[in-house]
């Protein structure tokens, strides 16, 4: 989905396939919980330091989708180097917790997943 769309083709009045069409992608929620981690606003390398397997471009389109959506906020100054810096709105303050009950439970449920994958893929003949 590019930032400019706004909603989902299929289903634009389905307010969950809206939102998660953007928050559900691969890098969205780990940007936002690195913004949540951090002590204050952060810079864009400082961002892509925590989360060092994104692309430039992709982390720029990523903090572009989720400022469009209101979940972030961007400051740019007008200083000799200009310096730009990214922090989670109140909207998405009100993610975080979700969010980090999501994380919560995956890492509770992880192993057991893996091991039913295994099974699975054993009983397919596929391991």
Do not use: C
């Given at each position: 989905m590019t930032h400019d769309q706004v909603l989902d083709p299929m289903f634009p009045e389905c307010p969950v396939r809206n939102v998660l069409s953007r928050i559900g992608d691969k890098w969205s929620i780990l940007v936002i919980l690195t913004l949540d981690g951090a002590t204050g606003p952060m810079r864009?390398?400082?961002?892509?330091?925590?989360?060092?397997?994104?692309?430039?471009?992709?982390?720029?389109?990523?903090?572009?989708?989720?400022?469009?959506?209101?979940?972030?906020s961007r400051q740019a100054y007008a200083e000799i180097p200009p310096r730009v810096e990214?922090?989670?709105t109140e909207r998405a303050r009100t993610l975080t917790?979700?969010?980090?009950?999501l994380v919560?439970?995956?890492l509770n449920n992880l192993s057991g997943i893996v091991k039913d994958r295994r099974a699975y893929l054993e009983k397919k003949g596929k391991a």
């Open positions: 864009f390398k400082e961002i892509q330091a925590v989360v060092p397997d994104i692309s430039q471009k992709m982390l720029t389109t990523t903090l572009r989708d989720l400022e469009v959506d209101g979940l972030v990214y922090e989670l917790p979700l969010i980090h009950n919560n439970w995956a």
